[in-house]
């Protein structure tokens, strides 16, 4: 047992001497097996403890300042890059390795690596370039090479993406220095889609633009500024090419949106009786003379008792003088079931607008629906809003009087005081009846002012003739007298809308 125990000892020793022994020489330095592995170990220690720190910070403090995901990511890299390098260089010093004996090493050992691995330095710089300069952040929807998804992790070789499907797609950082990237959410994520249709040839172009917006518009991820806005696109082989243009601020939710908007356009089309045609071709027939003559033929031996084979086609005589609209009996439509551009008509600014003035004011604005008794706007809210009434009536009530003002009815229009001034609404609106109402909002007022002069005239006017309330806001004082409420608002207007 003795020799055993002996040879235990010196293998032991043995292996501790091999251990200490030194390897290599850095400075007055020397390196053994169990330096490397200590130093190895404090390493990975370092490493451990940086990422620790730069969780708690982003953790901590960064989401207590309000920061955006992207810049919380970011700045968590760099400051778990910055600790881990600090980390290593105390690691080193307390090593008692000279650090300034290390630099024609690292020079040459810095060559070695460039030449040997280019590819992950490179990715190793990109990595730095994405990060510094914060134009692809975690959380970013970007689109590289015909692929979408978003941005998951950021680190010193690769990206992470996750696709709209769901995968998860590792990318070099390089990719994203030589290749052309679209980020959706860089500064603004809003985005324009642009939604082709087509319809057959003898199709409204009004109608189909009014179908088109009201589909957009009931689609509530479609933002309302920018406005919805309908193109004729040109004349296709088979059907009138219009193309639908809204604006969202989800663009990685584009193709669900796109989808609820198609949806909704064919149930407007299907509402209106606008048809999407199928592919059309002509067929010509080069010797029509002896089709003519086959047709004749069987037609004479059907009159001399023959009869077609049972798989023939008859066509049906229809008198020529008999149409459609002669077995198709309407009754009187009600408003709910006019067309706006009829809507319109019955306004007497816009009665003598063409149809091609009519689309573009259609464009403008939106008609809805409000039932008796509903209140349209109420007093001291913001005013956001122009109202025109295509029909019914409504009454206009003072909450803050607790009285009656007044009652509108078809053609006039309310809602202008409050964006004239930039004050809370003055009155409180609700609807006498069902009344339908063609609804402006601020921003797309100026360029409706600017194609209807006429209806800049006419808001002028009818607020002049308001004189008490106008001198209640402040609008008008007594020293105006000089000049009368008309030009005074008419230049009100001028000033505001620019037009």
Excluded at 21 to 38: N, R
Excluded at 249 to 261: F, G, L, M, T, Y
């Amino acid at each position: 047992m003795n020799w055993i125990t002996e040879r235990a000892d010196r293998f032991f020793e043995n292996l501790l001497g091999a251990m200490t022994t030194p390897i290599f020489f850095v400075g007055d330095t020397h390196l053994s097996i169990s330096a490397i592995v200590k130093l190895l170990i404090l390493a990975i220690f370092t490493f451990i403890i940086a990422r620790l720190i730069s969780e708690g910070i982003k953790r901590s403090l960064l989401v207590r300042m309000g920061l955006d995901r992207g810049s919380r990511e970011a700045i968590s890299t760099i400051i778990s890059y910055v600790f881990a390098t600090f980390g290593c260089i105390f690691v080193l010093q307390g090593a008692g390795i000279n650090l300034t004996s290390l630099t024609v090493l690292a020079g040459v050992v810095g060559i070695g690596f460039g030449f040997g691995s280019q590819n992950l330095a490179s990715n190793f710089i990109s990595g730095l370039t994405l990060l510094f300069e914060h134009q692809i952040r975690v959380g970013d929807f970007i689109e590289i090479d015909n692929l979408l998804g978003t941005v998951e992790t950021i680190s010193i070789r690769s990206t992470i993406i996750k696709t709209i499907d769901g995968l998860f797609v590792i990318i070099p950082n390089i990719k994203f220095v030589e290749t052309n990237i679209i980020n959706w959410s860089y500064r603004d994520p809003r985005c324009r889609l642009r939604i082709p249709v087509g319809v057959a040839y003898g199709s409204d172009p009004v109608i189909v633009t009014e179908a088109l917006l009201i589909a957009a518009r009931m689609e509530s991820n479609v933002l309302s500024h920018p406005s919805p806005k309908v193109w004729f696109r040109g004349f296709g082989d088979n059907a009138l090419n219009f193309e639908l243009l809204v604006w969202i601020d989800q663009p990685q939710e584009s193709d669900a949106i796109k989808s609820a908007v198609n949806f909704l356009i064919d149930y407007e089309f299907r509402h209106r009786s606008i048809e999407i045609p199928f592919p059309q071709r002509d067929l010509w027939l080069r010797n029509p003379q002896e089709l003519t003559k086959f047709f004749n033929h069987h037609k004479d031996d059907n009159s001399n008792g023959k009869v077609f084979p049972q798989n023939a086609k008859h066509s049906a005589e229809i008198p020529s003088n008999s149409t459609v609209s002669d077995h198709k009996k309407y009754g009187a439509k009600s408003p709910n079931n006019w067309t706006l551009r009829d809507l319109l008509r019955r306004v007497t600014y816009f009665e003598q607008c063409t149809d091609l003035e009519l689309r573009q004011l259609i464009e403008y604005g939106y008609r809805q629906l409000f039932p008796a008794g509903q209140i349209v706007c109420k007093e001291n809210d913001p005013g956001d809003s122009f109202y025109i009434i295509l029909s019914g009536t409504v009454e206009v009530l003072s909450q803050k009087a607790d009285q009656y003002i007044a009652t509108l009815h078809e053609g006039e229009f309310f809602g202008e005081i409050s964006l004239l001034l930039g004050t809370p609404r003055t009155a409180t609106v609700k609807t006498s009846e069902d009344a339908i109402l063609f609804i402006v909002e601020r921003h797309d007022l100026q360029k409706l002012l600017i194609e209807q002069p006429n209806l800049a005239d006419q808001i002028a006017q009818k607020l002049s003739e308001r004189q008490q309330a106008l001198r209640d806001l402040g609008l008008l004082d007594e020293d105006s007298l000089g000049q009368t409420p008309f030009i005074k608002i008419r230049k009100r207007i001028q000033v505001l809308f620019g037009i």
